[in-house]
Protein backbone atom coordinates (compact mmCIF):
# COMPACT_ATOMS: atom_id res chain seq x y z
CA UNK A 1 0.00 0.00 0.00
CA UNK A 2 0.99 3.63 -0.69
CA UNK A 3 2.36 5.32 2.00
CA UNK A 4 1.66 9.49 2.93
CA UNK A 5 5.42 9.96 1.64
CA UNK A 6 5.07 8.15 -1.39
CA UNK A 7 2.86 8.80 -4.49
CA UNK A 8 0.99 5.91 -5.81
CA UNK A 9 1.70 5.36 -9.45
CA UNK A 10 0.43 2.48 -11.81
CA UNK A 11 2.17 1.94 -15.20
CA UNK A 12 0.04 0.13 -18.01
CA UNK A 13 1.41 -1.13 -21.43
CA UNK A 14 -0.03 -3.55 -23.89
CA UNK A 15 3.22 -5.96 -22.31
CA UNK A 16 4.80 -6.38 -19.02
CA UNK A 17 8.79 -4.88 -18.89
CA UNK A 18 9.70 -8.96 -16.84
CA UNK A 19 9.98 -12.46 -18.75
CA UNK A 20 7.59 -15.52 -17.14
CA UNK A 21 8.92 -18.91 -17.72
CA UNK A 22 7.88 -22.23 -16.32
CA UNK A 23 10.65 -23.62 -14.76
CA UNK A 24 10.49 -27.03 -12.37
CA UNK A 25 6.09 -27.06 -12.73
CA UNK A 26 6.17 -23.46 -10.92
CA UNK A 27 6.94 -19.74 -12.58
CA UNK A 28 9.55 -17.50 -12.35
CA UNK A 29 9.91 -13.84 -13.39
CA UNK A 30 12.81 -11.73 -14.22
CA UNK A 31 13.11 -7.57 -15.03
CA UNK A 32 13.58 -6.93 -18.42
CA UNK A 33 16.57 -4.12 -18.99
CA UNK A 34 15.81 -0.89 -20.54
CA UNK A 35 12.60 0.62 -21.39
CA UNK A 36 10.67 1.54 -18.84
CA UNK A 37 12.33 0.12 -15.87
CA UNK A 38 15.19 2.00 -16.27
CA UNK A 39 12.81 5.44 -16.79
CA UNK A 40 11.81 5.40 -13.62
CA UNK A 41 14.85 4.13 -11.34
CA UNK A 42 14.88 7.56 -10.09
CA UNK A 43 11.25 7.79 -9.05
CA UNK A 44 11.70 4.80 -6.25
CA UNK A 45 12.16 7.37 -3.48
CA UNK A 46 9.18 9.26 -3.78
CA UNK A 47 6.90 7.00 -5.92
CA UNK A 48 5.71 3.45 -5.42
CA UNK A 49 4.46 2.13 -8.89
CA UNK A 50 3.01 -1.16 -9.63
CA UNK A 51 3.17 -1.98 -13.77
CA UNK A 52 0.06 -3.86 -15.39
CA UNK A 53 0.31 -5.60 -18.75
CA UNK A 54 0.06 -8.93 -20.35
CA UNK A 55 2.50 -11.09 -19.66
CA UNK A 56 3.28 -12.40 -22.84
CA UNK A 57 2.05 -15.72 -22.67
CA UNK A 58 -1.26 -17.56 -22.40
CA UNK A 59 -2.51 -19.23 -19.04
CA UNK A 60 -5.70 -20.40 -18.67
CA UNK A 61 -5.45 -22.92 -15.51
CA UNK A 62 -6.68 -20.81 -12.38
CA UNK A 63 -4.06 -22.72 -9.90
CA UNK A 64 -1.22 -21.65 -12.85
CA UNK A 65 -2.77 -18.23 -12.48
CA UNK A 66 -1.84 -17.27 -9.36
CA UNK A 67 1.21 -18.87 -9.12
CA UNK A 68 2.38 -16.22 -12.07
CA UNK A 69 0.49 -13.49 -10.29
CA UNK A 70 2.80 -14.25 -7.14
CA UNK A 71 5.71 -14.39 -9.26
CA UNK A 72 5.23 -11.39 -10.60
CA UNK A 73 4.07 -9.55 -7.78
CA UNK A 74 7.56 -9.61 -6.43
CA UNK A 75 8.42 -7.36 -8.79
CA UNK A 76 5.35 -5.01 -8.14
CA UNK A 77 3.91 -6.08 -11.25
CA UNK A 78 0.72 -7.18 -12.02
CA UNK A 79 -0.59 -9.46 -14.98
CA UNK A 80 -3.63 -9.24 -17.41
CA UNK A 81 -4.00 -12.49 -18.35
CA UNK A 82 -5.86 -12.71 -22.43
CA UNK A 83 -6.64 -15.97 -24.05
CA UNK A 84 -4.00 -16.38 -27.17
CA UNK A 85 -6.45 -15.61 -29.81
CA UNK A 86 -7.58 -12.36 -28.28
CA UNK A 87 -4.28 -11.22 -27.95
CA UNK A 88 -3.31 -12.25 -31.45
CA UNK A 89 -6.20 -10.06 -33.05
CA UNK A 90 -5.51 -7.02 -30.77
CA UNK A 91 -1.83 -7.23 -31.58
CA UNK A 92 -1.00 -8.57 -34.69
CA UNK A 93 -5.13 -7.84 -36.24
CA UNK A 94 -5.45 -4.15 -35.68
CA UNK A 95 -2.38 -2.63 -33.67
CA UNK A 96 0.50 -3.51 -35.78
CA UNK A 97 1.64 -4.06 -39.11
CA UNK A 98 1.08 -5.11 -42.69
CA UNK A 99 0.12 -3.48 -46.01
CA UNK A 100 -1.77 -3.72 -48.56
CA UNK A 101 0.39 -5.61 -50.67
CA UNK A 102 -0.91 -5.15 -54.20
CA UNK A 103 -0.90 -8.87 -55.96
CA UNK A 104 -0.08 -10.77 -52.64
CA UNK A 105 -2.91 -9.48 -50.34
CA UNK A 106 -5.46 -12.14 -51.49
CA UNK A 107 -2.79 -14.60 -50.42
CA UNK A 108 -2.42 -14.05 -47.21
CA UNK A 109 -3.21 -16.66 -44.55
CA UNK A 110 -4.91 -15.08 -42.17
CA UNK A 111 -7.80 -12.70 -42.37
CA UNK A 112 -6.28 -10.77 -39.12
CA UNK A 113 -3.49 -9.67 -40.61
CA UNK A 114 -5.39 -6.78 -41.52
CA UNK A 115 -3.16 -4.12 -39.41
CA UNK A 116 -4.44 -0.90 -38.78
CA UNK A 117 -3.00 1.41 -36.04
CA UNK A 118 0.64 0.62 -37.14
CA UNK A 119 1.27 1.96 -40.68
CA UNK A 120 -1.28 4.83 -40.25
CA UNK A 121 0.73 5.86 -37.13
CA UNK A 122 3.95 5.56 -39.37
CA UNK A 123 2.35 7.68 -42.28
CA UNK A 124 1.70 4.92 -44.63
CA UNK A 125 -1.26 3.95 -46.74
CA UNK A 126 -2.88 1.01 -47.92
CA UNK A 127 -4.79 -0.55 -44.57
CA UNK A 128 -7.51 -2.56 -45.08
CA UNK A 129 -10.32 -2.44 -42.07
CA UNK A 130 -11.75 -5.22 -40.30
CA UNK A 131 -14.80 -5.16 -37.81
CA UNK A 132 -13.25 -8.45 -36.39
CA UNK A 133 -9.64 -6.55 -35.01
CA UNK A 134 -11.28 -3.75 -34.22
CA UNK A 135 -13.71 -5.66 -31.80
CA UNK A 136 -10.71 -7.63 -30.14
CA UNK A 137 -9.20 -3.98 -29.78
CA UNK A 138 -12.09 -2.59 -27.90
CA UNK A 139 -12.57 -5.91 -25.79
CA UNK A 140 -8.65 -5.65 -24.72
CA UNK A 141 -8.64 -2.25 -23.87
CA UNK A 142 -12.21 -2.99 -21.48
CA UNK A 143 -9.95 -5.97 -19.70
CA UNK A 144 -7.53 -3.43 -19.03
CA UNK A 145 -9.41 -0.89 -17.72
CA UNK A 146 -11.24 -3.19 -15.29
CA UNK A 147 -9.08 -4.21 -14.02
CA UNK A 148 -7.11 -1.10 -13.97
CA UNK A 149 -9.71 0.62 -12.12
CA UNK A 150 -10.25 -1.61 -9.29
CA UNK A 151 -6.50 -1.18 -8.26
CA UNK A 152 -6.19 2.47 -8.16
CA UNK A 153 -6.75 4.05 -5.43
CA UNK A 154 -8.21 7.84 -5.15
CA UNK A 155 -5.88 9.76 -6.59
CA UNK A 156 -3.22 7.29 -7.81
CA UNK A 157 -1.26 8.34 -10.88
CA UNK A 158 -1.71 6.37 -13.87
CA UNK A 159 0.53 6.34 -17.02
CA UNK A 160 -0.78 4.65 -19.86
CA UNK A 161 1.62 3.87 -22.85
CA UNK A 162 1.49 3.35 -26.12
CA UNK A 163 -0.71 3.04 -29.41
CA UNK A 164 -2.28 -0.16 -28.09
CA UNK A 165 -4.07 1.41 -25.31
CA UNK A 166 -5.74 4.47 -26.71
CA UNK A 167 -9.25 3.88 -25.64
CA UNK A 168 -8.02 3.45 -22.34
CA UNK A 169 -8.12 6.63 -20.89
CA UNK A 170 -11.29 7.41 -21.59
CA UNK A 171 -12.98 3.48 -20.43
CA UNK A 172 -10.55 4.17 -17.29
CA UNK A 173 -12.31 7.44 -16.24
CA UNK A 174 -15.68 6.04 -17.16
CA UNK A 175 -15.10 2.97 -14.37
CA UNK A 176 -13.02 5.58 -12.01
CA UNK A 177 -15.87 8.20 -12.22
CA UNK A 178 -18.51 5.34 -11.54
CA UNK A 179 -16.35 4.24 -8.33
CA UNK A 180 -16.36 7.76 -6.77
CA UNK A 181 -12.03 7.80 -7.34
CA UNK A 182 -10.27 10.69 -8.76
CA UNK A 183 -7.35 10.21 -10.76
CA UNK A 184 -4.83 11.79 -12.79
CA UNK A 185 -4.10 9.40 -16.07
CA UNK A 186 -1.35 10.15 -18.37
CA UNK A 187 -0.91 8.73 -21.65
CA UNK A 188 2.56 8.55 -23.74
CA UNK A 189 2.75 7.72 -27.55
CA UNK A 190 5.87 6.34 -28.28
CA UNK A 191 5.41 6.12 -32.39
CA UNK A 192 4.53 9.69 -34.80
CA UNK A 193 1.40 10.80 -34.35
CA UNK A 194 0.60 11.10 -38.45
CA UNK A 195 -1.70 14.22 -39.89
CA UNK A 196 -5.06 14.48 -40.58
CA UNK A 197 -5.16 13.28 -43.46
CA UNK A 198 -3.34 9.59 -42.38
CA UNK A 199 -6.36 9.45 -39.55
CA UNK A 200 -8.89 9.99 -42.54
CA UNK A 201 -7.99 6.54 -43.48
CA UNK A 202 -9.06 5.11 -39.67
CA UNK A 203 -13.16 4.68 -39.69
CA UNK A 204 -12.66 4.27 -36.15
CA UNK A 205 -10.69 7.70 -35.74
CA UNK A 206 -13.23 9.18 -33.38
CA UNK A 207 -13.16 6.28 -30.79
CA UNK A 208 -9.96 6.44 -30.58
CA UNK A 209 -8.95 10.31 -30.49
CA UNK A 210 -11.86 10.67 -27.97
CA UNK A 211 -10.25 7.58 -25.89
CA UNK A 212 -6.65 9.74 -26.09
CA UNK A 213 -8.41 12.98 -24.92
CA UNK A 214 -9.30 11.33 -21.83
CA UNK A 215 -6.15 12.09 -20.54
CA UNK A 216 -5.15 14.32 -18.31
CA UNK A 217 -1.41 14.79 -19.98
CA UNK A 218 -0.60 13.51 -23.70
CA UNK A 219 3.18 12.95 -24.06
CA UNK A 220 5.42 12.78 -27.42
CA UNK A 221 8.56 12.36 -28.12
CA UNK A 222 8.90 15.51 -31.04
CA UNK A 223 7.24 18.91 -31.88
CA UNK A 224 6.05 17.24 -34.55
CA UNK A 225 3.09 15.12 -32.26
CA UNK A 226 2.87 18.29 -29.24
CA UNK A 227 2.05 20.42 -31.85
CA UNK A 228 -1.72 21.93 -30.55
CA UNK A 229 -3.19 25.25 -31.68
CA UNK A 230 -2.85 26.86 -28.21
CA UNK A 231 0.76 25.16 -26.97
CA UNK A 232 0.63 22.67 -24.56
CA UNK A 233 -3.02 22.15 -24.49
CA UNK A 234 -6.39 21.08 -26.02
CA UNK A 235 -9.69 22.13 -25.06
CA UNK A 236 -11.95 19.53 -25.64
CA UNK A 237 -15.62 19.40 -24.68
CA UNK A 238 -15.44 20.67 -21.10
CA UNK A 239 -11.83 19.46 -20.35
CA UNK A 240 -8.73 20.77 -20.54
CA UNK A 241 -5.96 18.41 -21.75
CA UNK A 242 -2.04 19.28 -21.44
CA UNK A 243 0.13 18.18 -24.22
CA UNK A 244 3.81 17.94 -24.40
CA UNK A 245 7.14 17.07 -25.67
CA UNK A 246 9.34 14.87 -23.59
CA UNK A 247 12.11 13.69 -24.83
CA UNK A 248 12.55 9.94 -24.47
CA UNK A 249 16.68 8.91 -24.48
CA UNK A 250 18.72 5.95 -22.81
CA UNK A 251 21.15 5.71 -19.48
CA UNK A 252 24.42 6.19 -21.00
CA UNK A 253 26.32 5.11 -18.27
CA UNK A 254 25.03 1.22 -18.83
CA UNK A 255 27.19 1.67 -21.84
CA UNK A 256 30.49 3.41 -20.18
CA UNK A 257 30.28 0.72 -17.70
CA UNK A 258 29.99 -2.03 -19.77
CA UNK A 259 32.95 -0.41 -22.18
CA UNK A 260 35.13 -0.71 -19.03
CA UNK A 261 34.45 -4.30 -18.46
CA UNK A 262 37.21 -6.59 -19.27
CA UNK A 263 35.18 -8.78 -21.56
CA UNK A 264 34.00 -6.04 -23.64
CA UNK A 265 37.61 -4.39 -23.62
CA UNK A 266 39.03 -7.63 -25.06
CA UNK A 267 36.40 -8.02 -27.96
CA UNK A 268 37.21 -4.39 -28.77
CA UNK A 269 40.89 -5.64 -29.42
CA UNK A 270 40.00 -8.19 -31.77
CA UNK A 271 37.35 -6.17 -33.48
CA UNK A 272 39.94 -3.88 -33.82
CA UNK A 273 42.59 -6.06 -35.07
CA UNK A 274 40.24 -7.94 -37.32
CA UNK A 275 39.01 -4.32 -39.45
CA UNK A 276 42.71 -2.85 -38.78
CA UNK A 277 42.87 -0.45 -41.93
CA UNK A 278 38.89 -1.11 -42.78
CA UNK A 279 36.04 1.66 -42.31
CA UNK A 280 33.50 0.12 -40.38
CA UNK A 281 29.62 1.31 -40.77
CA UNK A 282 27.54 -0.93 -38.12
CA UNK A 283 23.81 -0.41 -38.11
CA UNK A 284 21.34 -2.05 -35.62
CA UNK A 285 17.74 -2.29 -36.45
CA UNK A 286 14.60 -4.27 -35.30
CA UNK A 287 13.71 -6.41 -38.56
CA UNK A 288 10.60 -3.84 -39.59
CA UNK A 289 9.64 -2.34 -42.65
CA UNK A 290 9.69 1.33 -40.90
CA UNK A 291 13.37 1.03 -40.39
CA UNK A 292 14.43 1.06 -44.20
CA UNK A 293 16.71 -1.75 -44.75
CA UNK A 294 15.89 -2.48 -48.02
CA UNK A 295 16.97 1.10 -49.05
CA UNK A 296 19.68 0.90 -46.54
CA UNK A 297 21.01 -2.28 -48.88
CA UNK A 298 20.29 -0.53 -51.99
CA UNK A 299 22.07 2.82 -50.28
CA UNK A 300 24.95 0.87 -49.36
CA UNK A 301 25.35 -0.87 -52.99
CA UNK A 302 25.29 2.39 -54.72
CA UNK A 303 27.98 4.15 -52.76
CA UNK A 304 30.16 1.01 -53.54
CA UNK A 305 29.58 1.40 -56.65
CA UNK A 306 30.42 4.98 -56.16
CA UNK A 307 33.78 4.42 -54.54
CA UNK A 308 35.01 1.37 -56.37
CA UNK A 309 38.43 2.62 -54.44
CA UNK A 310 37.29 1.99 -50.71
CA UNK A 311 37.22 -2.16 -52.38
CA UNK A 312 38.33 -4.39 -49.16
CA UNK A 313 38.79 -0.53 -47.11
CA UNK A 314 34.84 -0.53 -45.95
CA UNK A 315 32.59 -2.92 -44.45
CA UNK A 316 28.58 -2.58 -43.34
CA UNK A 317 27.69 -4.45 -40.07
CA UNK A 318 24.46 -4.98 -40.07
CA UNK A 319 22.56 -6.32 -37.34
CA UNK A 320 18.58 -6.91 -38.00
CA UNK A 321 16.55 -7.76 -34.81
CA UNK A 322 14.27 -10.54 -35.59
CA UNK A 323 10.93 -9.31 -35.23
CA UNK A 324 7.26 -10.68 -35.35
CA UNK A 325 8.89 -14.34 -36.93
CA UNK A 326 5.53 -15.48 -37.28
CA UNK A 327 3.77 -13.07 -39.88
CA UNK A 328 3.87 -13.50 -43.60
CA UNK A 329 4.98 -9.86 -44.40
CA UNK A 330 7.90 -9.90 -42.18
CA UNK A 331 9.09 -13.35 -43.30
CA UNK A 332 8.97 -11.63 -46.69
CA UNK A 333 11.27 -9.04 -45.80
CA UNK A 334 13.91 -11.14 -44.37
CA UNK A 335 14.44 -13.16 -47.62
CA UNK A 336 14.13 -9.96 -49.66
CA UNK A 337 17.13 -8.28 -47.22
CA UNK A 338 18.54 -11.68 -47.19
CA UNK A 339 18.84 -11.90 -51.15
CA UNK A 340 19.68 -8.30 -51.35
CA UNK A 341 22.83 -8.85 -48.87
CA UNK A 342 23.89 -11.76 -51.00
CA UNK A 343 23.65 -10.10 -54.18
CA UNK A 344 25.82 -7.17 -52.79
CA UNK A 345 28.10 -9.66 -51.41
CA UNK A 346 28.39 -11.12 -54.80
CA UNK A 347 28.48 -8.44 -56.97
CA UNK A 348 31.83 -6.49 -54.66
CA UNK A 349 33.48 -9.27 -52.73
CA UNK A 350 37.27 -10.10 -53.41
CA UNK A 351 39.23 -12.76 -52.34
CA UNK A 352 40.13 -10.83 -49.31
CA UNK A 353 37.13 -10.13 -48.03
CA UNK A 354 33.29 -9.06 -48.03
CA UNK A 355 31.74 -5.77 -47.78
CA UNK A 356 28.38 -6.44 -45.93
CA UNK A 357 28.07 -8.52 -42.86
CA UNK A 358 24.27 -9.22 -42.30
CA UNK A 359 23.16 -10.99 -39.29
CA UNK A 360 19.69 -11.77 -39.03
CA UNK A 361 19.39 -12.21 -34.95
CA UNK A 362 19.69 -10.91 -31.61
CA UNK A 363 23.12 -9.82 -29.92
CA UNK A 364 24.65 -10.11 -26.88
CA UNK A 365 24.47 -6.12 -25.11
CA UNK A 366 28.29 -6.50 -24.30
CA UNK A 367 28.74 -7.95 -28.44
CA UNK A 368 26.82 -4.76 -29.29
CA UNK A 369 28.49 -2.18 -27.26
CA UNK A 370 31.71 -3.62 -28.91
CA UNK A 371 30.06 -3.01 -32.53
CA UNK A 372 29.22 0.39 -31.33
CA UNK A 373 32.81 1.38 -30.07
CA UNK A 374 34.70 0.17 -33.22
CA UNK A 375 32.12 1.93 -35.92
CA UNK A 376 33.46 4.43 -37.58
CA UNK A 377 29.88 5.66 -38.75
CA UNK A 378 26.22 4.45 -37.59
CA UNK A 379 23.88 3.95 -40.59
CA UNK A 380 20.08 4.55 -39.64
CA UNK A 381 17.57 4.67 -42.25
CA UNK A 382 14.10 5.10 -41.40
CA UNK A 383 11.53 5.90 -43.36
CA UNK A 384 9.44 7.15 -40.22
CA UNK A 385 10.33 6.14 -36.24
CA UNK A 386 9.29 7.63 -32.96
CA UNK A 387 12.75 8.34 -32.03
CA UNK A 388 15.24 5.68 -32.64
CA UNK A 389 17.53 5.20 -29.53
CA UNK A 390 19.70 3.04 -31.71
CA UNK A 391 21.38 6.81 -32.29
CA UNK A 392 21.64 7.41 -28.72
CA UNK A 393 23.85 4.30 -28.12
CA UNK A 394 25.90 4.70 -30.57
CA UNK A 395 26.74 8.11 -29.46
CA UNK A 396 27.19 6.82 -25.87
CA UNK A 397 29.80 4.40 -27.16
CA UNK A 398 32.03 6.83 -28.91
CA UNK A 399 33.65 8.54 -26.41
CA UNK A 400 37.31 7.26 -27.76
CA UNK A 401 36.69 7.06 -32.12
CA UNK A 402 34.26 10.39 -32.37
CA UNK A 403 32.49 8.32 -34.64
CA UNK A 404 29.70 10.06 -37.46
CA UNK A 405 26.20 9.44 -36.97
CA UNK A 406 24.29 8.90 -41.49
CA UNK A 407 21.21 9.69 -39.63
CA UNK A 408 17.55 9.40 -41.59
CA UNK A 409 15.75 12.83 -41.75
CA UNK A 410 12.32 10.60 -40.66
CA UNK A 411 13.63 9.28 -37.45
CA UNK A 412 12.31 11.07 -34.75
CA UNK A 413 15.88 11.41 -33.28
CA UNK A 414 16.71 13.65 -36.36
CA UNK A 415 14.69 16.28 -34.88
CA UNK A 416 16.93 17.03 -32.52
CA UNK A 417 20.41 15.38 -33.44
CA UNK A 418 20.84 17.01 -37.11
CA UNK A 419 23.54 19.39 -35.99
CA UNK A 420 25.36 16.40 -34.57
CA UNK A 421 25.05 14.50 -37.68
CA UNK A 422 24.87 14.24 -41.55
CA UNK A 423 21.14 13.62 -42.41
CA UNK A 424 19.95 12.23 -45.66
CA UNK A 425 16.96 11.06 -47.23
CA UNK A 426 16.59 6.89 -47.07
CA UNK A 427 14.82 7.06 -50.24
CA UNK A 428 17.41 8.57 -51.85
CA UNK A 429 19.96 6.47 -52.79
CA UNK A 430 22.80 9.14 -54.30
CA UNK A 431 22.02 11.25 -50.93
CA UNK A 432 22.43 8.05 -48.41
CA UNK A 433 25.66 7.78 -50.55
CA UNK A 434 27.30 10.74 -50.36
CA UNK A 435 26.54 11.22 -46.73
CA UNK A 436 28.54 7.67 -46.14
CA UNK A 437 31.29 9.10 -47.65
CA UNK A 438 31.29 12.73 -46.38
CA UNK A 439 30.88 10.90 -42.97
CA UNK A 440 33.80 8.54 -43.75
CA UNK A 441 35.93 11.95 -44.22
CA UNK A 442 35.27 14.34 -41.81
CA UNK A 443 38.52 15.75 -40.16
CA UNK A 444 39.06 14.94 -36.48
CA UNK A 445 37.69 18.69 -35.59
CA UNK A 446 34.57 17.88 -37.21
CA UNK A 447 33.84 14.63 -35.85
CA UNK A 448 35.13 15.41 -32.54
CA UNK A 449 32.59 18.74 -32.93
CA UNK A 450 29.42 16.68 -33.87
CA UNK A 451 30.15 13.99 -31.14
CA UNK A 452 30.20 16.52 -28.45
CA UNK A 453 27.04 18.05 -29.61
CA UNK A 454 25.44 14.17 -29.34
CA UNK A 455 27.35 13.32 -26.54
CA UNK A 456 25.35 16.34 -24.42
CA UNK A 457 22.56 15.78 -25.68
CA UNK A 458 22.33 12.19 -24.46
CA UNK A 459 23.41 13.30 -21.34
CA UNK A 460 21.53 15.65 -20.86
CA UNK A 461 17.95 14.07 -21.76
CA UNK A 462 18.21 10.47 -19.96
CA UNK A 463 16.02 7.74 -19.82
CA UNK A 464 15.55 8.67 -16.01
CA UNK A 465 14.82 12.54 -16.88
CA UNK A 466 12.32 11.43 -19.19
CA UNK A 467 10.19 9.46 -16.49
CA UNK A 468 10.27 11.92 -13.71
CA UNK A 469 9.82 14.83 -16.00
CA UNK A 470 6.02 13.18 -17.11
CA UNK A 471 5.51 11.99 -13.72
CA UNK A 472 5.74 15.50 -12.29
CA UNK A 473 3.73 17.39 -14.25
CA UNK A 474 0.93 14.54 -14.47
CA UNK A 475 1.83 14.65 -10.32
CA UNK A 476 0.63 18.84 -10.85
CA UNK A 477 -2.69 18.03 -12.90
CA UNK A 478 -3.73 16.13 -9.89
CA UNK A 479 -4.30 18.81 -7.58
CA UNK A 480 -5.10 21.13 -10.38
CA UNK A 481 -8.70 19.54 -10.01
CA UNK A 482 -10.64 22.14 -11.88
CA UNK A 483 -8.24 21.90 -15.17
CA UNK A 484 -8.01 25.53 -15.58
CA UNK A 485 -3.97 25.36 -16.23
CA UNK A 486 -1.35 23.43 -18.05
CA UNK A 487 1.80 23.58 -15.82
Given at each position: ?269 ALEQRYKGVKV ?207
Amino acid sequence: MATDEKRSLIIVSNRLPLSVKRVDNHYESSVSSGGLVTSLSGLTKSTQFQWFGWPGMEVKDNTDREEVSKSLSKHNAVPIFLDSGLAHEHYNGFSSMTLCIPGRWHSLAHKTTDRILWPILHYQSGVTFDDGPWQAYKRVNELFADQVADAAGNGTLIWVHDYHLMLLPELLRTRLRNQGKACAIGFSLHTPFPAGDFWRNLPVRKHIIEGLLASDLIGFHTEEGARTEIPNQIQYKDRLICTGRFIIGIDPQKFTDTLQTSEVQARIAALEQRYKGVKVIVGVDRLDHIKGLTQKLKGFDTFLDDHPELQNKVVLIQVAVPSREDVKEYQDLETELSTLAGKINGKHATPEGTPLLYMHRSVPFTELTALYSIADACLLTSTRDGMNLVSFEYVACQENRHGVLVLSEFAGAASFMREGSIPFHPANKSEMSEALFEALNLSDAERTKKYMYLRDFIHEHTSARWGQTFIEKLSARTWDRAGASCP
